[in-house]
Nanobody, 128 residues
């Protein structure tokens, strides 16, 4: 089975940086896109960023644009989320997700229901 595993979360001061990773430790599978979502305490899970797995084009939530960068390695086995200039409001559990179905509307990347596999999440805490 597919097993997405996030790593790299932790505690950081405001203005600091963290780099999250997401790797598949289970069977290989084809994917059209990968995404990052986050869920803060008492809030719904929200879209953070996504990347087309083949072409590498990216999409970001307005709240993280210019501060976060999503990427993948050349072997297309791992995705990353580089988070800079972190703010206390970035505190959340961060989840990676894989979308395995074809799509043409890029807005689908922002919908968690469009993703088929999810990691267990990694906690990011930003202190003020």
């Amino acid at each position: 089975q597919v097993q997405l595993v996030e790593s790299g979360g932790g505690l950081v001061q405001a203005g600091g940086s963290l780099r999250l990773s997401c790797a598949n430790s289970g069977r290989t599978f084809s994917r059209y896109a990968m995404g990052w979502f986050r869920q803060a305490p008492g809030k719904e899970r929200e879209f953070v960023a996504a990347i087309y797995w083949s072409g590498g084009s990216t999409h970001y939530a307005d709240s993280v644009k210019g501060r976060f960068t999503i990427s993948r390695d050349n072997a297309r086995t791992t995705q990353y989320l580089q988070m800079n200039s972190l703010k206390p409001e970035d505190t959340a559990v961060y989840y990676c997700a894989a979308k395995t179905t074809y799509f043409t509307d890029s807005s689908y990347l922002r919908r968690e229901g469009e993703y088929d596999y999810w990691g267990q999440g990694t906690q990011v805490t930003v202190s003020s």
